[in-house]
């Protein structure tokens, strides 16, 4: 069974700073794209950033020049670093990876998602 946990979520004064990490664990053959989504109160849940397992990496328009996605292929963990953040990027936010795993069936690409962290940003 693969599982994503995220951590580094919390309590943040805008203007700020904080960074997120997930980590992927379990039977993991190879990971492909890992992304941060993000669901704000109400709205939909929206991608915020994702990189590919070459290091590609894409952002929304709301988030370029201020959120940096990174990871680390031999520890299956992505970071979300996010500077000079606004009352806006309160959400709880999600990760999500698509991951090549073994089954009793063979092996397959899957998609998975951590359970989420919220962050929460004060004016």
């Known amino acids: 069974q693969v599982q994503l946990v995220e951590s580094g979520g919390g309590l943040v004064q805008a203007g700020g700073s904080l960074r997120l990490s997930c980590v992927a664990s379990?039977?993991?053959?190879?990971?492909?794209?890992m992304d941060w989504y993000r669901q704000a109160p109400g709205k939909q849940r929206e991608l915020v950033a994702s990189?590919?397992?070459?290091?590609?990496?894409n952002y929304a328009d709301s988030v370029k020049g201020r959120f940096t996605i990174s990871r680390d292929n031999a520890k299956n963990t992505v970071y979300l670093q996010r500077n000079s953040l606004t009352p806006e990027d309160t959400a709880v936010y999600y990760c999500?990876?698509?991951?090549?795993?073994?089954?009793?069936?063979?092996?397959?690409?899957?998609?998975?998602w951590g359970q989420g962290t919220q962050v929460t940003v004060s004016s």
């Open positions: 999500h990876a698509q991951i090549y795993t073994p089954t009793p069936y063979g092996r397959r690409w899957s998609d998975y």
């Open positions: 379990g039977s993991i053959l190879n990971i492909n794209a």
């Open positions: 990189i590919t397992n070459g290091g590609s990496t």
